[in-house]
């Protein structure tokens, strides 16, 4: 139903304008810590796994045995693709919700028009005149 609400493709619009094609840089309590198998560094063992995924190791463990500092998102839009946002969509986005706002003002005066513009003859027609 999320598809429906223009809300989705307003905020989808905002946000990839927002934070789409950045950095990301994660704080010290983002990281992630993983010991690699022994006789493995960090940058062989998360190698494949971050070429598939994204996502970054600290400068200070790349090449150690012991400890890898990872981040698991190298860019933003690794999490606007979570959202299934997409930044080529952004001017689809903002024209779905400038329709929805033109929609629903001319829905609004079309009802007005029905329920409160007096029409000719009346609610039921015209009475004959005796």
């Not at 010991?35 to 598939?52: A, D, H, I, R």
């Not at 959202?83 to 001319?106: K, P, S, T, V």
């Amino acid at each position: 139903m999320y598809r429906v609400s223009p809300f989705t493709y307003i905020v989808a619009g905002m946000l990839s304008v927002a934070v789409a094609n950045t950095n990301v840089i994660c704080a010290d309590n983002e990281l992630l810590s993983i010991v690699p198998p022994s006789g493995e560094s960090c940058s062989e063992y998360l190698g494949p796994w971050m070429e598939q995924f994204g996502g970054y190791l600290t400068d200070a463990t790349i090449n150690s045995t012991s400890e890898c500092q990872m981040c698991t998102m190298d860019k933003t839009n690794t999490f606007l693709n979570s959202l299934n946002i997409d930044y080529a969509d952004r001017w689809r986005n903002f024209g779905i919700g400038w329709a929805f706002i033109i929609f629903n003002i001319f829905a609004a005066l079309g009802l007005y028009w029905l329920a409160r513009v007096p029409k000719k003859g009346g609610l039921f027609g015209k009475k004959k005149q005796e």
